[in-house]
């Protein structure tokens, strides 16, 4: 039997969501949901006003929307009609996140799997696994250099922003730093820069720019520069979507220096954080079947659920 899939949002993550799962042969594209009427696709289009009288027609919801201010303010709701998949990334507010949607999915008998994705998501279980290893060890994570979905979000938010991207990018010095095992003094403030491309009326550019510099969260603390440029430039040089980074893991064994170091290097930030989302989509539907209820994040989902393959396969495949 088919996984039935649906997608809320349809910005670049809701794209790439809909690409991967027709690629896939346990899924079923049912539809996408939008505030929209017409979309470039070939698949169905409903009104997401109308969703909640599809709830016996889909297994697994993909939350597509944004994390700034869509998920904290929607993701509840469909967690109580849904089995969802979120890429929250606020780091901060997701133990919050994780206790909203545990309250709602659960009191539902639904799933939601909260924060997939590679950072949170497969950087979140690297950390938790190497940091495992060593008594007393130190781990650094960087980010970059790619473009940042949440915080291109967050500034394309702010009024007067016609069009706007985040570039994180990491020191050499730092990750040089963390491998050698003297990343103590290492944040991950002072260890990257945010550089934000903006279009819009030179007379918003002083609000926007103090906006973008106090806004908690996403830029207070970090080094920022804010570029201001046309819609040509734009065009030109900000579209595409890369992004990946490091968790840096050390420490001694037995007097002696060791290092664990998870990279990503990923030419579409949108296509890949799509791929760990369908992967955990298929994890979400077996928990459900299995009777279980509630939120889980990454570090929660036994990996083997999140394979296409059986647990007898991956046993004599992988073991």
């Known amino acids: 039997m088919s996984i039935r899939a649906a997608i809320v949002g349809y910005g670049n993550l809701g794209r790439s969501v809909e690409e991967n799962i027709k690629r896939q ?9 939008s505030r ?18 599809y709830a016996d027609q889909v297994d697994v919801l993909f939350l597509c929307v944004g994390s700034a201010t869509d998920i904290p303010e929607q993701a509840t ?12 990334d606020n780091h901060k507010h997701i133990p919050a996140h994780y206790a909203a949607m545990e309250e709602a999915s659960f009191a539902a008998g639904n799933v939601a799997i909260v924060s997939t ?10 950390r938790t696994i190497a ?33 706007a991207v985040q570039y994180t990018i990491p020191r050499d010095e730092a990750i040089e730093s963390a491998r050698s095992g003297n990343g103590q003094d290492i944040t991950g403030h002072n260890a990257h820069l945010r550089q934000c491309w903006i279009v819009a009326d030179p007379a918003d550019h002083d609000r926007i720019e103090n906006e973008i510099r106090t806004m908690p969260d996403y830029f207070v603390g970090y080094e920022v520069e804010v570029h201001f440029i046309s819609e040509e430039e734009f065009e030109a040089n900000h579209q595409g979507l890369p992004h990946g980074g490091h968790v840096i893991t050390s420490g001694d064994l037995g007097g002696t220096h060791n ?7 990923l030419e579409s930030n949108p296509a890949f954080t799509a791929a760990v989302q369908v992967a955990y989509g298929r994890a979400a539907y077996r928990l459900h079947e299995a009777g279980q ?23 004599a495949r992988d073991v």
């Open 77 to 88: 709701a469909f967690a109580a009609n849904f089995t969802t998949v979120d890429t929250y």
């Open 259 to 265: 290092a664990v170091e998870f990279t990503l290097n």
């Open 131 to 163: 940091s495992s290893l060593f008594p007393e060890g130190q781990q650094n994570t960087f980010w970059g250099k790619g473009v940042s979905q949440g915080h291109s979000d967050a500034l394309r938010r702010i009024e007067g922003v016609t069009r």
């Open 25 to 33: 042969s346990d899924f079923e594209l049912v539809g996408i949901f």
């Open 117 to 126: 994705g590679w950072d949170p998501g497969l950087f979140s279980l690297n």
């Open 36 to 53: 929209r009427a017409e979309l470039d696709t070939d698949t169905p289009v409903f009104p997401v006003a109308d969703i909640d009288s």
């Open 293 to 315: 209820a509630g939120a889980f994040t990454v570090l929660e989902v036994p990996p083997y659920l999140l394979a296409p393959e059986s647990l007898e396969e991956l046993l």
